[in-house]
């Protein structure tokens, strides 16, 4: 029998301990320390205890917890409740296969429907991404892990249904060699590479997810001009990358002015960016798409990013029975 509970500040020790024996996964960050979850999870100042569920055994030893949360509103300055997630579900390594993970599961959706969700996600993606970057995925959130099966198995059996599917790309930056032909060169005599750290974050929801991480920008500026053509922002994916061996840093935020899309400038942008990138110790780039996307797909493709892996949007509508 379990006992579930809202988070106790006293917590996070055995957090950390229950997190460091999950098998090893490329998509869980491992091991982690109570610092780490502090940073990440529970010192975000919209993190409620009563969506972070925690269930014990007789002997009170914790055996696994739920963590169910929102996202922004449209403006992007406050929390909204009308959609929810469950962020992340975990057990004792020897109960997947019990019912406890469907009795979290449970718990965490009666929370969110209790604070007046309609719909339910599984796992974080844009713009439900509150909690768990650089503890799960990669770049980004990316709903669950097609790798991640336990976790899948737990919300394809309570009635969660793929909505759809990123598709996770990595580019190793150690054979990179940036693409050299007539049109990029006319781009390089056009432009001037520039750099920017710690960008400012737009609103108060990506001030909240990007604002503690380490980032760096690059732009495209059009020479003569104080116009930006392209810009192009990375973080640091830590702790996560530190569990693969790697320097590694998630690339989000490509943007590429409407008139100057399809002429070489996305291209001759992520060139540099990646040189720049290598110089400062990084060898491997990762990003992420939805597999609808066909012509970022490409993209990415011509400038030799591969697939790893894919996230899987689950859904489901909330019943209040």
């Known amino acids: 029998m379990y006992r579930f509970r809202p988070f106790c500040n006293t917590d996070p020790p055995r957090i950390a301990?229950?997190?460091?024996?999950?098998p090893p996964q490329r998509g869980l960050a491992q091991?982690?320390?109570t610092g780490v979850l502090e940073?990440?999870?529970f010192s975000k100042h919209y993190f409620d205890p009563k969506g972070f569920i925690v269930a014990v055994n007789d002997d009170d030893e914790m055996v696994g917890f739920a963590h169910a949360g929102f996202g922004p509103n449209d403006p992007h300055n406050q929390v909204e409740t009308d959609t929810g997630t469950t962020y992340m579900i975990m057990v004792r390594d020897d109960l997947w296969n019990s019912n406890l993970p469907d009795q979290l599961l449970a718990q965490s959706e009666a929370y969110l429907?209790?604070?007046?969700a309609k719909v339910?996600?599984?796992?974080?993606?844009?713009?439900?991404?509150?909690?768990?970057l650089g503890l799960y995925g990669g770049s980004e959130?990316?709903?669950i892990l097609l790798s991640d099966e336990p976790r899948r198995r737990v919300f394809s059996r309570n009635q969660y249904r793929e909505r759809g599917r990123v598709v996770i790309l990595q580019r190793d930056l150690v054979r990179f060699r940036p693409m050299v032909n007539r049109e990029q060169r006319r781009v390089a005599r056009e432009v001037n590479f520039e750099t920017l750290y710690a960008p400012i974050t737009l609103n108060w929801w990506n001030t909240s997810v990007y604002g503690s991480l380490e980032r760096i920008r690059f732009f495209l500026r059009r020479r003569r001009q104080d116009k930006v053509l392209a810009y192009v922002t990375f973080w640091d994916i830590e702790p996560l990358a530190s569990s693969w061996g790697l320097r590694a840093a998630g690339m989000f935020d490509l943007w590429v002015d409407d008139e100057y899309r399809r002429h070489g400038y996305g291209t001759y942008l992520l060139g540099e960016s990646f040189k720049e990138l290598h110089k400062r110790g990084i060898t491997t780039v990762e990003t992420q798409t939805m597999l609808t996307n066909a012509p970022a797909i490409e993209f990415y493709k011509n400038l030799g990013f591969a697939p790893i892996d894919h996230g899987l949007v689950y859904r489901r509508e909330a019943r209040n029975s």
Do not use: A, E, H
Not at 17 to 22: A, I, T, V
Not at 113 to 116: A, K, L, P, S, Y
């Open 141 to 143: 959130l990316p709903g």
């Open 113 to 116: 429907r209790g604070r007046g």
């Open 120 to 132: 339910l996600y599984g796992g974080g993606i844009n713009p439900l991404n509150g909690f768990y």
């Open 31 to 33: 091991p982690v320390s």
């Open 17 to 22: 301990k229950l997190w460091s024996c999950q």
């Open 39 to 41: 940073m990440c999870l």
